[in-house]
């Protein structure tokens, strides 16, 4: 290359050093500033609010009044044992969506995805009609085993599991599709069954993805409102969870709706803490 050519290429090729990219990222673009900063607040300053107006000389006073104390119980019991049963269910369900191909699969993943973007009162209504009293499965479970979900604290965890379950598929069909398969394939070459393969390589390589997901439907479920007001009522001991407290306490004593709200935006700190990592530092 030539002097003048040289200089002509210096002329025309931005500088790749550090100074470079500070001339570049050194200008703050404002008119996307502005917005993003209303953005902020407008979502930082109901969580200050709450921080600010809650009563902490007699915080831990409320949190031990029974019916405080009831409502977090059922809300841990049930978002708990929903959890378990969208494991036993979800897991296989992410994996046949992941690793099966069938007719109509595309169809079956935005079914499975519908209870996210469906309003969770529309959910209630669905899971009544199903499994009410006079519903399609409802009256037979009623007249063949005597079993009553609405209205009850089995309803509750059906209606939280019905909510929460696409969480758990999402992020578990996620990392099926991004496990490497060769080790799966290395165990079957040497004899090990589907099963086995399942239980001894695959559910290892995915654990994380299991683990995050089962956290994001635990924080799902305990959240719920819609679906489980709707399917299950509001009766304290039985189907009165953390939010319908809270709904509740609003008309009588905002205070203790204060002290319930805190519990819930704690929980949802801890858990968006604990998948940093996963989801909120993930490329």
Not at 117 to 126: D, F, I, R, T
Not at 140 to 159: D, H, M, N, R
Not at 176 to 200: C, K, N, P
Request: hydrophobic share 55%.
């Amino acid at each position: 290359m030539t002097s003048s050519q040289a200089r002509r290429h210096s002329r025309s090729d931005p500088p790749d050093g550090p100074a470079g990219r500070r001339e570049v990222s050194g200008r703050l673009p404002w008119m996307l500033m502005a917005p993003a900063v209303a953005g902020l607040v407008f979502l930082v300053s109901p969580l200050a609010g709450l921080l600010i107006r809650a009563p902490w000389p007699t915080l831990f006073q409320r949190l031990a009044e029974p019916q405080v104390m009831e409502a977090l119980r059922l809300s841990l019991v049930t978002a708990t044992v929903a959890t378990a049963g969208c494991l036993v269910l979800g897991v296989p369900l992410a994996w046949l969506l992941a690793r099966v191909e069938f007719p109509g699969r595309r169809l079956v993943r935005a079914l499975v995805t519908v209870p996210l973007v469906l309003p969770p009162v529309v959910g209630g209504v669905a899971l009544l009609l199903v499994l009410g009293r006079r519903g399609l499965l409802g009256q037979w479970l009623e007249s063949a085993f005597g079993i009553t979900l609405p209205f009850t604290t089995a309803g509750v965890i059906v209606a939280e599991a019905f909510v929460a379950m696409p969480f758990l598929v999402i992020s578990v069909e996620g990392a099926l599709r991004a496990a490497d398969r060769r080790f799966e394939e290395a165990a079957a070459t040497l004899g090990a069954s589907r099963w086995t393969v399942f239980r001894r390589v695959t559910l290892p390589l995915i654990m994380p993805g299991v683990v995050a997901g089962a956290v994001l439907c635990w924080a799902r479920a305990l959240g719920e409102f819609g679906a489980t007001i709707t399917f299950a009522g509001n009766f304290p001991g039985t189907t009165r969870t953390m939010p319908l407290a809270v709904y509740l306490a609003l008309e009588t004593e905002p205070e203790a709706a204060i002290v319930l709200s805190l519990v819930l935006l704690l929980v949802s700190v801890v858990i968006l803490a604990g998948l940093r990592d996963r989801w909120v530092n993930s490329p």
